[in-house]
C-alpha cells in the first residue's frame, strides 16, 4: 500500500523477497504514478510520514526516488518535496516503465503508440540486418525460431525466444544506436504481445 493523504491506495502484490526494499517501494510508487493515482505536479508523501506509514527506513525510501527521478517519474527538490513529473518527461521506454505500465490497464493511445513504434522500427531493422548480417545471426535467428516453434508463446521458454529473435535482428542492423533499444524494444515486443492475448489464448504457432 502507498498512502496518499490519509488514503491508503492498493497497488499489485509483491512477492517477498523478489527485490530489495527500495526496489518495492519504487516499484509500487511506479505502479501509481503510471496508473494515474498520482497526478502530474502531486506531491508525493514526505519520507517520514511514509516511512513511518510503511515500517521501512527512511533511507530506502530516498533511495527508491531516486529509482523514480533516474527514470523521469519524479523531481525532488528542497522545500517543495518530491513530486510527480509531467507525463512527456517519463522515460516511457525504460523496461520497468513499460512493466508497470502494464501492471494496471494501459490506455488504448499508449498501446498504439507501442505499436507504431514497432512498425517503424522493426521494418527497417530487418531490412538492415537482411543486408548485413552474418552467419552468427542467422543462427541466432534460427535459434529462437526454433525455440518459438517447439515451445509456444504460452511458455516463458517461447517468450525469451521471441525476445531472442526480436534482439537478434537489431544486432544484426548494425547500428549501434538500434542496439541500445534492444532492451526497450525487446520490453515493448513482450508487453504489446500479452497485452494482444490478453483476453484469449496466446496462439499454438508464433511462427504464422
Do not use: C
Amino acid at each position: 500500500m502507498a498512502e496518499r493523504g490519509n488514503t491508503m491506495v492498493p497497488v499489485p502484490h509483491t512477492l517477498p523477497g523478489a527485490r530489495r526494499i527500495h526496489g518495492t517501494i519504487a516499484h509500487d510508487l511506479g505502479v501509481n504514478i503510471v496508473a494515474g493515482r498520482y497526478q502530474p505536479g502531486e506531491t508525493l508523501p514526505g519520507e517520514i510520514e511514509f516511512a513511518q506509514s510503511l515500517g521501512v527506513s527512511r533511507s530506502a525510501y530516498r533511495e527508491a526516488v531516486r529509482i523514480l527521478i533516474a527514470k523521469g517519474l519524479v523531481e525532488s527538490r528542497t522545500r517543495t518535496g518530491t513530486r510527480v513529473s509531467p507525463r512527456e518527461r517519463w522515460n516511457l521506454l525504460d523496461p520497468d516503465v513499460l512493466a508497470w505500465s502494464f501492471e494496471s490497464e494501459p490506455s488504448e493511445v499508449f498501446v498504439r503508440d507501442l505499436f507504431e513504434l514497432r512498425m517503424i522500427v522493426e521494418p527497417a531493422a530487418a531490412e538492415l540486418a537482411a543486408l548485413r548480417r552474418d552467419d552468427a545471426d542467422l543462427q541466432r535467428l534460427h535459434e529462437a525460431v526454433e525455440g518459438m516453434r517447439r515451445h509456444g508463446l504460452a511458455t516463458a521458454e517461447g517468450q525469451a525466444a521471441d525476445q531472442l529473435f526480436h534482439t537478434a535482428i537489431l544486432s544484426a542492423a548494425r547500428n549501434a544506436p538500434l542496439v541500445t533499444l534492444a532492451s526497450s524494444i525487446g520490453a515493448a515486443v513482450s508487453w504489446t504481445t500479452i497485452f494482444k492475448h490478453r483476453k484469449r489464448g496466446l496462439p499454438r504457432d508464433p511462427l504464422r
